[in-house]
């Protein structure tokens, strides 16, 4: 079956601009997270859906925000772009969002913020 | 909050050699745990995961990892890597409230 598909795949943005992201996850996944990975700051959770609600929250500024359509299908959005932002965003899937369940991964979007 | 610890941020060996990289996580309660593979240009994958049972499982391609409890341990093992191993690995600590935590990553590097 399909994976976890995100995109776009790369993207380039200006500082002060706004980007939206899309994951659409395994068929019959119904919890959605996003991670930020830098080489920095490695692997970093943003945040976890599941039913479309906001399950838990990484420790990211109010800029960085998500919803889940009934579909299951996520979104995450970041205002007010900075240089900092640049990063693969990564999306996960699970079953369920219980903690026995694995999550897979897609293979994420590049983000240039210049 | 939990947080996980990778205590290698590089290692670098020959082929054949065994290999141990370490993970250490803080939380009060029940945890999964949980190695993920990135390889170069790839993304990332499940290695190998405990959720309960004998805390010694062992994953895909040669590669285990021993849970013990008391030391709020998991680390990853392999008794002889090859030149394909070479790659980046996640340890992750997920809660019963859902929330995953993965530790900074380990850089392996396996000379041929």
């Known amino acids: 079956k399909a994976g976890v598909t995100q995109t776009p795949r790369y993207l380039i943005k200006t500082r002060g601009q706004q980007v939206t992201l899309s994951c659409s996850p395994i068929?019959?996944?119904?919890?959605v997270s996003w991670y930020q990975q830098t080489p920095g700051q490695g692997l970093q959770f943003l945040f976890e859906?599941?039913?479309?609600?906001?399950?838990n929250k990484g420790n990211f500024p109010g800029r960085f925000s998500g919803r889940q359509f009934s579909n299951s299908r996520s979104e995450m959005n970041v205002s007010t772009l900075e240089l900092g932002d640049s990063a693969l965003y990564l999306c996960?899937?699970?079953?369920?969002?219980?903690?026995?369940?694995?999550?897979?991964f897609g293979e994420g979007s590049w983000l240039t913020v210049v | 909050a939990q947080s996980v610890s990778q205590h290698n941020h590089h290692v670098i060996l020959s082929e054949a050699a065994s290999l141990e990289l370490g993970c250490n996580y803080s939380?009060?309660?029940?945890?999964?745990l949980f190695w993920y593979v990135q390889y170069p240009g790839q993304h990332l994958q499940l290695l190998l995961k405990?959720?309960?049972?004998?805390?010694l499982v062992k994953g895909i391609k040669g590669f285990e990892a021993e849970f013990i409890k008391s030391k709020f341990s998991f680390n990853l093992r392999k008794p002889s890597v090859q030149w394909s191993d070479t790659a980046e690995y996640f340890c992750?600590?997920?809660?019963?409230?859902?929330?995953?935590?993965f530790g900074d990553g380990t850089t392996l590097t396996v000379k041929p």
């Open positions: 859906y599941f039913s479309e609600t906001q399950r």
């Open positions: 405990y959720f309960s049972g004998d805390p």
């Open positions: 996960a899937s699970s079953r369920e969002a219980v903690s026995g369940n694995t999550i897979y």
């Open positions: 068929s019959g996944h119904r919890s």
């Open positions: 992750a600590v997920k809660t019963n409230a859902g929330k995953s935590t």
């Open positions: 939380y009060g309660g029940t945890v999964n």
